[in-house]
Structure formats: C-alpha cells, structure tokens
Nanobody, 124 residues
Framework: QVQLVESGGGLVQAGGSLRLSCVAS????????MRWYRQAPAKVRELVAA???????NYAGSAKGRFTISRDNAKNMVYLQMNNLNPEDTAVYYC??????????????????WGQGTQVTISS
C-alpha cells in the first residue's frame, strides 16, 4: 500500500516561512513527477509547484520567487520551502505523485497518489 504523508504545515505571520515535507512509503519501484497543490476555502484546488524525476521544475505564478520545490529521490521525499508568506497563501496543501509499483509477473503500473493534506494558515 503506497501512501503520501505531508508534514510541516502550521500557523505563521505574514512574511514568515514554512517548509513542507512529503514522504512516499510502500513498495515503490519509482516515482515520476511530484507536485504540491493547494486548496483554499471555497476555491478549486490549484497546482503550486512540480518537479520531475529528472529535476525539471515548474511553478505557478503566485509561487515564483517565493517558493522552492525540491526532492530527495533516495528518500522518496519532496519538499516545498515557502518564504514571504501572505494571507492569500492560506490553504490546505496537498502532495501529489505518480508512483510505479510492481504488480507481479514482471508487470508494473503507474498510479497517481495524493496525501491527506496539511493546513497552512498565514495571519496578517
């Protein structure tokens, strides 16, 4: 059973920083793209940042210059360093990853997984 577990959320004042972590556990053959999404109250879930297994990175416009995504392939982890936070960053942040698992008989499959989310609250 593959799981994604986020940590690092919390309450900080505007201008502060947080570092989110996400670890993938289970019997994993490989991990492709890893992403951070967020969902604010009454809003749709939006992509914040993405990093491929080869290190190609993309950011949403709101994250550019303030957030940094990184990954540690040996530990099956992805991070999101968030600086200069403002109240508009308040949301539940979700980890997302495409993970390959063995299916027996030499077969494997690639599935999309989501974490349970971690709350980030920025006070003004």
């Amino acid at each position: 059973q593959v799981q994604l577990v986020e940590s690092g959320g919390g309450l900080v004042q505007a201008g502060g920083s947080l570092r989110l972590s996400c670890v993938a556990s289970g019997i994993i053959q490989g991990i492709g793209s890893m992403r951070w999404y967020r969902q604010a109250p009454a809003k749709v879930r939006e992509l914040v940042a993405a990093i491929t297994d080869t290190g190609t990175i993309n950011y949403a416009g709101s994250a550019k210059g303030r957030f940094t995504i990184s990954r540690d392939n040996a530990k099956n982890m992805v991070y999101l360093q968030m600086n200069n936070l403002n109240p508009e960053d308040t949301a539940v942040y979700y980890c997302n990853a495409f993970i390959r698992t063995a299916q027996g008989m030499g077969n494997s499959r690639l599935d999309e997984y989501w974490g349970q989310g971690t709350q980030v609250t920025i006070s003004s």
